[in-house]
């Protein structure tokens, strides 16, 4: 069974930038492709990024491309989500999602989910 953690979220300005960590334990992740969704207040669960299990390749949400940076360190059983120029929209819930293909954007796709991490933005 894999756990899953998040930390590092916070209040943040407009503008500014937040990383995520979400560790893993119980089992070694190498082996599980990743992937990062938010929830904000009265909506539905979406995609953000995801990586392969290697990290050699990722995927991104259009609404956070050229901003977020996903990357997983194996050795460290973690994976990060760096967010810049942050957007007050960009406020929600993160969860971390381990499963068996980066490629899927569905949460239905991912078997192991952590608690969530919030991430404010102010304006």
């Known amino acids: 069974q894999l756990q899953l953690v998040e930390s590092g979220g916070g209040l943040v300005q407009a503008g500014g930038s937040l990383r995520l960590s979400c560790a893993a334990s119980g089992r070694t992740f190498s082996s599980d492709d990743m992937g990062w969704f938010r929830q904000a207040p009265g909506k539905e669960r979406r995609f953000v990024a995801s990586i392969s299990w290697s990290g050699g390749r990722t995927k991104y949400a259009d609404s956070v491309k050229g901003r977020f940076t996903i990357s997983r360190d194996n050795a460290k059983n973690t994976m990060y989500l760096q967010m810049n120029s942050l957007k007050p929209e960009d406020t929600a819930v993160y969860y971390c999602?381990?499963?068996?293909?980066?490629?899927?954007?569905?949460?239905?796709?991912?078997?192991?989910w952590g608690q969530g991490t919030q991430v404010t933005v102010s304006s």
């Open positions: 999602a381990a499963g068996d293909s980066f490629v899927f954007t569905a949460g239905a796709a991912y078997k192991y």
